[in-house]
Protein backbone atom coordinates (compact mmCIF):
# COMPACT_ATOMS: atom_id res chain seq x y z
CA UNK A 1 0.00 0.00 0.00
CA UNK A 2 1.60 3.63 -1.34
CA UNK A 3 -1.30 5.61 -0.76
CA UNK A 4 -1.45 8.77 1.50
CA UNK A 5 -5.08 9.64 1.68
CA UNK A 6 -6.92 12.61 2.68
CA UNK A 7 -10.01 13.85 3.68
CA UNK A 8 -12.63 15.76 3.26
CA UNK A 9 -11.29 16.49 -1.10
CA UNK A 10 -13.46 19.94 -0.97
CA UNK A 11 -13.68 21.71 2.35
CA UNK A 12 -15.90 25.34 1.98
CA UNK A 13 -15.56 26.95 5.95
CA UNK A 14 -16.25 30.44 6.95
CA UNK A 15 -14.22 32.71 8.75
CA UNK A 16 -15.44 32.09 12.00
CA UNK A 17 -16.03 28.22 11.58
CA UNK A 18 -13.58 25.48 12.78
CA UNK A 19 -12.96 22.43 10.54
CA UNK A 20 -9.99 19.74 10.24
CA UNK A 21 -8.20 18.22 7.70
CA UNK A 22 -7.25 14.62 7.91
CA UNK A 23 -4.40 12.36 6.74
CA UNK A 24 -3.49 8.33 6.74
CA UNK A 25 -0.48 6.44 5.68
CA UNK A 26 -0.36 2.86 6.60
CA UNK A 27 3.48 2.75 4.90
CA UNK A 28 5.14 2.72 8.23
CA UNK A 29 6.44 6.26 7.66
CA UNK A 30 7.59 8.21 10.51
CA UNK A 31 7.72 11.20 8.68
CA UNK A 32 4.77 13.21 7.82
CA UNK A 33 4.31 16.82 6.18
CA UNK A 34 1.23 19.81 5.38
CA UNK A 35 2.16 21.99 2.67
CA UNK A 36 -0.04 24.42 1.21
CA UNK A 37 -0.01 25.35 -2.27
CA UNK A 38 -1.82 27.87 -4.41
CA UNK A 39 -2.58 27.84 -7.95
CA UNK A 40 0.44 27.99 -10.27
CA UNK A 41 2.70 27.69 -7.12
CA UNK A 42 5.08 25.10 -6.05
CA UNK A 43 4.20 23.50 -2.51
CA UNK A 44 4.91 25.48 0.75
CA UNK A 45 6.18 23.38 4.14
CA UNK A 46 4.05 24.15 6.63
CA UNK A 47 4.92 21.42 9.36
CA UNK A 48 6.76 18.32 9.60
CA UNK A 49 6.13 15.78 12.16
CA UNK A 50 9.08 13.59 12.71
CA UNK A 51 8.43 10.17 14.98
CA UNK A 52 5.10 11.51 16.17
CA UNK A 53 6.59 15.08 17.35
CA UNK A 54 6.76 18.18 15.41
CA UNK A 55 10.00 18.74 14.11
CA UNK A 56 9.55 21.91 11.75
CA UNK A 57 7.00 24.79 11.96
CA UNK A 58 7.69 27.06 9.11
CA UNK A 59 6.09 30.07 11.20
CA UNK A 60 2.78 28.99 10.41
CA UNK A 61 0.30 31.35 11.55
CA UNK A 62 -1.13 29.67 14.84
CA UNK A 63 -4.18 29.71 13.19
CA UNK A 64 -3.35 26.33 11.78
CA UNK A 65 -2.71 23.57 14.43
CA UNK A 66 -1.29 20.41 14.03
CA UNK A 67 -1.41 17.39 15.28
CA UNK A 68 -0.37 13.93 14.89
CA UNK A 69 -2.44 11.40 17.13
CA UNK A 70 -0.14 8.40 15.63
CA UNK A 71 2.20 7.08 13.57
CA UNK A 72 -0.24 6.30 10.55
CA UNK A 73 -2.42 10.01 11.25
CA UNK A 74 -2.10 13.90 10.77
CA UNK A 75 -4.48 16.11 11.27
CA UNK A 76 -4.78 20.17 10.61
CA UNK A 77 -6.98 22.08 13.12
CA UNK A 78 -8.35 25.26 11.17
CA UNK A 79 -9.92 28.08 12.94
CA UNK A 80 -10.42 31.86 11.89
CA UNK A 81 -9.23 31.66 8.98
CA UNK A 82 -9.16 33.94 6.42
CA UNK A 83 -9.72 34.21 2.40
CA UNK A 84 -6.25 34.17 1.55
CA UNK A 85 -5.75 31.07 3.23
CA UNK A 86 -7.93 29.23 0.72
CA UNK A 87 -5.53 27.09 -1.41
CA UNK A 88 -4.96 23.28 -1.79
CA UNK A 89 -3.47 21.63 1.47
CA UNK A 90 -1.60 18.68 0.79
CA UNK A 91 0.01 15.95 3.12
CA UNK A 92 2.70 13.64 2.62
CA UNK A 93 4.97 11.26 4.15
CA UNK A 94 7.99 9.47 3.83
CA UNK A 95 10.85 7.96 6.37
CA UNK A 96 12.62 10.48 7.95
CA UNK A 97 15.67 12.19 7.38
CA UNK A 98 16.91 9.61 5.14
CA UNK A 99 17.05 9.94 1.31
CA UNK A 100 13.67 8.30 0.36
CA UNK A 101 10.71 9.00 -1.49
CA UNK A 102 7.74 11.23 -0.38
CA UNK A 103 4.42 10.28 -1.08
CA UNK A 104 1.87 12.88 -1.46
CA UNK A 105 -1.93 12.64 -0.92
CA UNK A 106 -4.25 13.72 -3.54
CA UNK A 107 -5.00 17.01 -1.18
CA UNK A 108 -8.05 19.43 -0.14
CA UNK A 109 -9.16 22.33 -1.65
CA UNK A 110 -10.09 24.67 0.96
CA UNK A 111 -12.53 27.72 0.53
CA UNK A 112 -12.50 30.45 2.74
CA UNK A 113 -15.39 32.64 2.38
CA UNK B 1 18.40 33.44 -6.52
CA UNK B 2 15.95 30.68 -5.84
CA UNK B 3 17.91 27.87 -4.45
CA UNK B 4 16.52 25.80 -7.27
CA UNK B 5 15.45 27.14 -10.54
CA UNK B 6 14.14 25.17 -13.13
CA UNK B 7 13.51 25.57 -16.96
CA UNK B 8 11.84 26.15 -18.91
CA UNK B 9 9.08 27.61 -17.35
CA UNK B 10 6.21 27.12 -20.00
CA UNK B 11 7.17 24.48 -22.85
CA UNK B 12 4.47 23.21 -25.38
CA UNK B 13 5.27 20.60 -27.96
CA UNK B 14 3.74 17.74 -30.64
CA UNK B 15 2.43 14.18 -29.35
CA UNK B 16 5.96 12.68 -30.28
CA UNK B 17 8.24 15.09 -29.24
CA UNK B 18 11.22 14.26 -27.39
CA UNK B 19 11.11 16.89 -24.08
CA UNK B 20 14.02 17.90 -22.11
CA UNK B 21 13.06 19.71 -18.54
CA UNK B 22 16.25 21.03 -16.90
CA UNK B 23 16.79 21.53 -13.12
CA UNK B 24 19.93 23.63 -11.22
CA UNK B 25 19.98 23.51 -7.72
CA UNK B 26 22.92 25.66 -5.40
CA UNK B 27 23.04 23.61 -2.14
CA UNK B 28 24.34 20.37 -0.97
CA UNK B 29 21.98 17.46 -1.39
CA UNK B 30 20.88 13.58 -0.17
CA UNK B 31 18.79 13.28 -2.90
CA UNK B 32 16.61 15.00 -6.10
CA UNK B 33 13.39 14.48 -6.67
CA UNK B 34 11.29 14.88 -9.61
CA UNK B 35 7.20 15.11 -8.71
CA UNK B 36 4.70 15.60 -11.49
CA UNK B 37 0.99 17.12 -10.63
CA UNK B 38 -1.97 17.35 -13.00
CA UNK B 39 -4.49 20.36 -13.08
CA UNK B 40 -5.90 20.09 -9.55
CA UNK B 41 -4.25 17.82 -8.98
CA UNK B 42 -2.05 15.95 -6.04
CA UNK B 43 1.67 14.95 -6.77
CA UNK B 44 3.09 11.88 -7.99
CA UNK B 45 6.43 11.26 -7.26
CA UNK B 46 8.37 10.05 -10.71
CA UNK B 47 11.90 9.79 -9.38
CA UNK B 48 14.33 10.19 -6.58
CA UNK B 49 18.10 10.32 -7.81
CA UNK B 50 21.09 10.91 -5.25
CA UNK B 51 23.29 9.96 -8.72
CA UNK B 52 23.26 8.89 -12.17
CA UNK B 53 20.09 8.08 -14.12
CA UNK B 54 16.68 6.34 -13.83
CA UNK B 55 14.23 5.05 -16.51
CA UNK B 56 10.76 4.47 -15.99
CA UNK B 57 8.79 3.72 -19.41
CA UNK B 58 9.31 6.91 -21.26
CA UNK B 59 10.73 8.81 -18.61
CA UNK B 60 14.26 9.16 -18.20
CA UNK B 61 16.33 11.22 -15.56
CA UNK B 62 19.69 12.05 -14.95
CA UNK B 63 21.52 13.90 -11.89
CA UNK B 64 25.26 15.52 -12.06
CA UNK B 65 26.06 15.77 -8.55
CA UNK B 66 29.35 17.76 -9.32
CA UNK B 67 27.51 20.47 -11.50
CA UNK B 68 24.53 20.58 -9.60
CA UNK B 69 21.95 19.43 -12.10
CA UNK B 70 19.35 17.23 -13.59
CA UNK B 71 17.21 17.04 -16.37
CA UNK B 72 14.00 14.69 -16.99
CA UNK B 73 13.63 13.55 -20.21
CA UNK B 74 10.03 12.30 -21.90
CA UNK B 75 10.70 10.24 -24.80
CA UNK B 76 7.42 9.61 -27.84
CA UNK B 77 5.24 12.56 -25.36
CA UNK B 78 1.35 11.81 -25.59
CA UNK B 79 -0.93 14.77 -24.53
CA UNK B 80 -1.86 13.00 -21.33
CA UNK B 81 2.24 13.57 -20.05
CA UNK B 82 0.66 17.42 -20.10
CA UNK B 83 0.92 18.44 -16.28
CA UNK B 84 3.74 20.60 -13.96
CA UNK B 85 6.92 18.82 -13.52
CA UNK B 86 8.63 20.20 -10.57
CA UNK B 87 12.34 19.38 -9.10
CA UNK B 88 12.63 19.49 -5.74
CA UNK B 89 15.97 18.68 -3.53
CA UNK B 90 16.57 17.57 -0.13
CA UNK B 91 19.25 19.16 1.49
CA UNK B 92 21.55 16.86 3.95
CA UNK B 93 20.29 16.25 7.51
CA UNK B 94 16.75 18.00 7.06
CA UNK B 95 13.36 16.82 6.32
CA UNK B 96 12.71 19.48 4.35
CA UNK B 97 12.07 19.40 0.61
CA UNK B 98 12.98 22.33 -1.76
CA UNK B 99 11.11 22.75 -4.44
CA UNK B 100 11.76 24.69 -8.25
CA UNK B 101 8.90 26.89 -9.53
CA UNK B 102 8.22 24.00 -11.83
CA UNK B 103 7.34 23.16 -15.74
CA UNK B 104 4.26 23.37 -17.09
CA UNK B 105 4.20 21.32 -19.79
CA UNK B 106 1.34 21.02 -23.21
CA UNK B 107 1.25 17.99 -25.14
CA UNK B 108 -0.52 18.54 -28.30
CA UNK B 109 -2.27 15.94 -30.62
Known amino acids: DTEVTQTPKHLVMGMTNKKSLKCEQHMGHRAMYWYKQKAKKPPELMFVYSYEKLSINESVPSRFSPECPNSSLLNLHLHALQPEDSALYLC????????????FGPGTRLTVT | KNEVEQSPQNLTAQEGEFITINCSYS?????LHWLQQHPGGGIVSLFM???GKKKHGRLIATINIQEKHSSLHITASHPRDSAVYIC???????????FGTGTRLQVFP
Open chain 2, 49 to 51: LSS
Open chain 2, 27 to 31: VGISA
Open chain 2, 88 to 98: AVRSYNTDKLI
Open chain 1, 92 to 103: ASSQPRQAYEQY
